[in-house]
T-cell receptor, first 114, second 111 residues
Framework: DGGITQSPKYLFRKEGQNVTLSCEQN?????MYWYRQDPGQGLRLIYY???????QKGDIAEGYSVSREKKESFPLTVTSAQKNPTAFYLC?????????????FGQGTRLTVV | GESVGLHLPTLSVQEGDNSIINCAYS??????FIWYKQESGKGPQFIID?????DKRQGQRVTVLLNKTVKHLSLQIAATQPGDSAVYFC??????????FGAGTRLAVHP
């Protein structure tokens, strides 16, 4: 079945560690996104990529990094510079760079700093 | 600036009643809006979308209304069921393929 797969579902990080969250899609979508969700709040955009080898900062990119070496993959690294990384992270994709197209979401990764 | 917000953080309804979830947006240039449903611990699911050249769009048991004059969006759910219990988000396109989400409204359906 086509879809977006995020892994792992739960992730624990020690203070000062970098961790990488995986996002893979087999929908043949050009555009991919990472959002952060805190309890009781909406989704905030971290990074997005409209095409392979290109990505743009969203509203809260500090402390995060991404790569887009393959169309189907858009991993997110939460670096030690992110001071409050505990959150629910959601990856999404949309069909192409045209406007007015819906985004499809993965099931999320819950990151906890221990 | 661009923002999307919701009037009611929590909405409680009786099973079988109709539900109305409201959303206000501030960017008058936005021309595409989506409603998502998010169940606990899961990613948002697409419900319905609407473009700014429309004022109403219907799906199965759901209707989205867009009032561009007052920059208001609403989601109507007919005959609300327990399975409709979730958090509902409206989102607007705030730029090139960039969705801006509101804080969400929790819908609680009681038997």
């Amino acid at each position: 079945d086509g879809g977006i797969t995020q892994s792992p579902k739960y992730l624990f990080r020690k203070e000062g560690q970098n961790v990488t969250l995986s996002c893979e899609q087999n929908l043949n979508h050009d555009a991919m996104y990472w959002y952060r969700q805190d309890p009781g709040q909406g989704l905030r955009l971290i990074y997005y990529s409209q095409i392979v080898n290109d990505f743009q900062k969203g509203d809260i990119a500090e402390g995060y990094s991404v790569s887009r070496e393959k169309k189907e993959s858009f991993p997110l690294t939460v670096t030690s510079a992110q001071k409050n990384p505990t959150a629910f992270y959601l990856c999404a994709s949309s069909i192409d760079r045209r406007r007015n197209t819906e985004a499809f979401f993965g099931q999320g990764t819950r990151l906890t700093v221990v | 600036g661009e923002s999307v917000g919701l009037h009611l953080p929590t909405l409680s309804v009786q099973e079988g009643d109709n539900s109305i979830i409201n959303c206000a947006y501030s960017n008058s240039a936005s021309d595409y809006f989506i409603w998502y449903k998010q169940e606990s611990g899961k990613g948002p699911q697409f419900i319905i979308d609407i473009r700014s050249n429309m004022d109403k769009r219907q799906g199965q048991r759901v209707t989205v209304l867009l009032n561009k004059t007052v920059k208001h969006l609403s989601l109507q759910i007919a005959a609300t069921q327990p399975g409709d219990s979730a958090v509902y988000f409206c989102a607007e396109e705030g730029g090139y393929n960039k969705l801006i989400f509101g804080a969400g409204t929790r819908l609680a359906v009681h038997p």
